[in-house]
C-alpha cells in the first residue's frame, strides 16, 4: 500500500518517532524508506558567515549517513538519504513528487510547538502542497511500531471522506485492525442562529443516519467490518474526543481540497486534529 515513504528528518526527536514508525511499517509490509534532510538557505546570514553553509551541510549529511546506517542495522530495509538546500517544505513536496513517494511521514513538535509550526510553516506547507498521503507521528519513538489496531474514520459522506474510508479499509485488512466511522452533526443553531425544533433534530439524524449507511456501503464492497457513531458539536472537537475514548491508534482522514486552505489552515478541522489528537493522523490525498 505504501511502498515509498519518504521521511522528514531533521534529526531531532519527533523527526525520528516518524522515522522508526515508518521503518517499522517497511519492515512488516516491504518497500523501501527516503530520508530526506533540507539545509535551509538563509541569505542574509550565509552572507554574515558563509562557512556556516558548508558547515551545515557536512551536519546534514552525517546526521543522514548515521541515521541510515542504524536503519538499515536495526531494521534490515531499503533505505536511502537525500541532503538538498533549501526551504524545508519545498524540498520534501519536491523529492517526493520526484520520487513518486506514496507517503510522507513528518513528526510533530508538540501541541504549543506544534500550533505555532502548522500556521503557514512546515507542516501545514507540505499538506498543502504534497503529491501523495502525510502520516504526522504523533507519539513517542519508544511506541512507534509501525501497526494499527483501531482505526477513526471522520465520515462526511463527500469525496474525501469516501476516499479516506477506502484507505482504511485497505490498511485495516494488514493489520487486521477495527475501524470505526464517526458522523458529527453540526450545530446548526450556533452558524445560522435558528431555533432547532423537534422536526429539524429529526432530520439531521435522518440525514446522519443516511450518510453512516453510505460508509456502511463501502465498507461492504471493500470486504471489510466497520463500528459506527454518530456525535453531535464541533468536528475536530468530536473527533479528537472520541479518539481519545476508543483509544485509536490511527486517524484517517480526507483533505477537503485544499484551494480554499492553502491561505492557512487555521481553523480547519483537520488542523485542530492534527494539534490535539493523541495518536497519529494520517491526511489521505
Given at each position: 500500500?505504501?511502498?515509498?515513504?519518504?521521511?522528514?528528518?531533521?534529526?531531532?526527536?519527533?523527526?525520528?518517532?516518524?522515522?522508526?514508525?515508518?521503518?517499522?511499517?517497511?519492515?512488516?509490509?516491504?518497500?523501501?524508506?527516503?530520508?530526506?534532510?533540507?539545509?535551509?538557505?538563509?541569505?542574509?546570514?550565509?552572507?554574515?558567515?558563509?562557512?556556516?553553509?558548508?558547515?551545515?551541510?557536512?551536519?546534514?549529511?552525517?546526521?543522514?549517513?548515521?541515521?541510515?546506517?542504524?536503519?538499515?542495522?536495526?531494521?534490515?530495509?531499503?533505505?536511502?538519504?537525500?541532503?538538498?538546500?533549501?526551504?524545508p517544505p519545498d524540498i520534501i513536496v519536491d523529492i517526493a513528487?520526484?520520487?513518486?513517494?506514496?507517503?510522507?511521514?513528518?513528526?510533530?513538535?508538540?501541541?504549543?510547538?506544534?500550533?505555532?509550526?502548522?500556521?503557514?510553516?512546515?507542516?501545514?506547507?507540505?499538506?498543502?502542497?504534497?503529491?501523495?498521503?502525510?502520516?504526522?507521528?504523533?507519539?513517542?519513538?519508544?511506541?512507534?511500531?509501525?501497526?494499527?489496531?483501531?482505526?477513526?474514520v471522520p465520515f462526511d459522506g463527500s469525496e474525501f471522506s469516501?476516499?479516506?474510508?477506502?484507505?482504511?479499509?485497505?490498511?485495516?485488512?494488514?493489520?487486521?485492525?477495527?475501524?470505526?466511522?464517526?458522523?458529527?452533526?453540526?450545530?446548526?443553531?450556533?452558524?445560522?442562529?435558528?431555533?432547532?425544533?423537534?422536526?429539524?433534530?429529526?432530520?439531521?439524524?435522518?440525514?446522519?443516519?443516511?450518510?453512516?449507511?453510505?460508509?456502511?456501503?463501502?465498507?461492504?464492497?471493500?470486504?471489510?467490518?466497520i463500528s459506527t457513531t454518530i456525535q453531535e458539536g464541533s468536528?475536530?472537537?468530536?473527533?479528537?474526543?472520541?479518539?481519545?475514548?476508543?483509544?485509536?491508534?490511527?486517524?484517517?482522514?480526507?483533505?477537503?481540497?485544499?484551494?480554499?486552505?492553502?491561505?492557512?489552515?487555521?481553523?480547519?478541522?483537520?488542523?485542530?486534529?492534527?494539534?490535539?489528537?493523541?495518536?497519529?493522523?494520517?491526511?489521505?490525498?
Amino acid at each position: 500500500m505504501y511502498n515509498n515513504i519518504l521521511v522528514a528528518f531533521d534529526g531531532s526527536e519527533f523527526s525520528k518517532a516518524a522515522l522508526i514508525e515508518s521503518s517499522n511499517w517497511i519492515k512488516r509490509h516491504g518497500g523501501k524508506l527516503i530520508i530526506v534532510h533540507a539545509v535551509y538557505f538563509d541569505e542574509e546570514e550565509f552572507g554574515i558567515a558563509p562557512e556556516q553553509r558548508e558547515k551545515r551541510f557536512e551536519l546534514g549529511k552525517n546526521i543522514c549517513y548515521q541515521t541510515k546506517e542504524t536503519i538499515l542495522s536495526e531494521f534490515a530495509i531499503d533505505v536511502d538519504s537525500i541532503v538538498c538546500e533549501g526551504e524545508p517544505p519545498d524540498i520534501i513536496v519536491d523529492i517526493a513528487r520526484e520520487k513518486k513517494t506514496d507517503l510522507i511521514a513528518m513528526g510533530t513538535y508538540g501541541r504549543k510547538g506544534l500550533k505555532r509550526l502548522v500556521m503557514g510553516s512546515v507542516t501545514s506547507k507540505v499538506i498543502v502542497n504534497s503529491p501523495c498521503d502525510i502520516l504526522v507521528v504523533k507519539k513517542p519513538c519508544s511506541e512507534c511500531t509501525g501497526e494499527y489496531k483501531s482505526i477513526l474514520v471522520p465520515f462526511d459522506g463527500s469525496e474525501f471522506s469516501k476516499k479516506a474510508l477506502g484507505h482504511a479499509c485497505r490498511m485495516s485488512k494488514l493489520d487486521n485492525a477495527e475501524i470505526t466511522v464517526l458522523y458529527v452533526i453540526p450545530r446548526y443553531e450556533e452558524m445560522v442562529e435558528f431555533f432547532r425544533t423537534e422536526s429539524i433534530k429529526k432530520s439531521l439524524m435522518r440525514e446522519a443516519e443516511r450518510i453512516i449507511a453510505e460508509a456502511k456501503k463501502i465498507a461492504s464492497s471493500a470486504s471489510a467490518s466497520i463500528s459506527t457513531t454518530i456525535q453531535e458539536g464541533s468536528a475536530g472537537d468530536s473527533i479528537i474526543d472520541i479518539a481519545g475514548t476508543l483509544k485509536n491508534d490511527l486517524i484517517v482522514m480526507g483533505t477537503y481540497g485544499w484551494k480554499g486552505v492553502s491561505r492557512a489552515i487555521m481553523g480547519s478541522t483537520t488542523e485542530r486534529v492534527i494539534m490535539n489528537a493523541s495518536c497519529p493522523v494520517l491526511v489521505v490525498r
